[in-house]
């Protein structure tokens, strides 16, 4: 026998069984000591992470810009007037109908724009009208968002945010990793399934909560809070860059910790603290408390979005009363059937 598997008296270890016991037998300063190694290793993760992050900066700055960036266009697009310019200067607008019915101008996107210039042909000068595919339609009012630093240490503050926020991200995997390698081990059979179906379970619907704000959501609520802005008259074409970064990473990290609904209710149901029937019931206050907290956490506070935050929690809600449903039938089912075994059992 290794010295690994003896205490530290020279006796072996008492025989256990996973299901019952959970692992093997330990001394509280082997506890101790493996509690140790676990946080250095999760503590040495998050700090590689956040060095991994602070290189890859200007990467990360593009991928948190691009809602911001893609919405803006979007919004650009919808536009249905072709700006008209001589020179530099934008003297007039010509509506896109007109130019592309009256006038024949193959506009290939709202963007495109008309230069007035004079033209030779042959021995006259002539004024003439050209699409210019090359250059974008954008008039002062009409520019997007842009972001800057305000202070000597804004790009540092920047930079802290990405490294915090990323390196919390990227080494998420590893810290649970590493705290499932403390834990697992003295848990049971059936505790270790279930711990392994609620951590899949839960990282799926973390990265679609992610997924569902970065490309649906923060577009429209960015979009919505410049149109706000400007609607009280406020100008809306600078932002403090470390602001943007942090309500975007914020944000992203709040959407996607509300797509644990499922995870908490079902947890809560499997341990015995609900069931379907109490999670139906409460399904009229539900509606109240999500569409409440949307109402808070969404940044424009215009009822469109709020009802694009409310909508996929209310339907994770219904998946959490769909699958407890689905669980009593299956425990009524193997009761109706143990029963009947055991009455077969006593009348033969």
Known sequence: ????????????????????????????????EDL????????????????FCLVASNILVDFLTWPLKSGQQ???????????????????????????????????????????????IGTNTVLVAEVDLDQVDQPEWEKGVELKNYSPIGAFLVAFQLMLYGGLVVASPFVIFFVGQFVLPALRIHEKKFLYQTAGFGSLLFVLGISFCYF?????????????????????????AEDYISFVCKLMLAMGLSFQLPVVLLTMVKVGFLDYMKLSKFRPYWIVINLS????????????????????????????????????????????????????????
Not at 12 to 32: D, N, Q
Not at 216 to 230: E, G, K, N, R, Y
């Open 293 to 348: 907290i949307c109402a808070v956490i969404t940044p424009t506070g215009d009822p469109f979005t709020m009802v694009l935050m409310a909508l996929p929690l209310q339907f994770l809600y219904e998946l959490s009363v769909f699958i407890s449903r689905f669980w009593e039938k299956r425990e009524q089912a193997a009761t109706a059937k143990l029963e009947k075994t055991k009455d077969d059992s006593d009348s033969a």
């Open 74 to 120: 979007n919004r650009a697009a919808e536009t249905k007037d072709v700006g008209l310019f001589l020179g530099e200067d934008r003297v007039g607008v010509v509506p896109e109908a007109v130019a592309t019915n009256v006038f024949s101008w193959d506009l290939t996107n709202a963007l495109t724009r008309v230069n007035i210039r004079f033209k030779l």
């Open 36 to 51: 140790r190694w676990m946080l250095i290793k999760c503590v040495s993760a998050v700090l590689i992470s956040m060095l």
């Open 1 to 32: 026998m290794s010295e690994s598997e003896q205490l530290p008296g020279g006796d072996a270890y008492p025989e256990w069984s996973e299901e019952e016991g959970g692992g093997p037998v330990k001394t509280f300063l082997e506890h101790l």
């Open 216 to 240: 649906i959501v923060m577009q429209i609520a960015l979009m919505a809070t410049v149109q706000f802005s400007q609607w009280m008259g406020f100008g809306a074409d600078e932002w403090r």
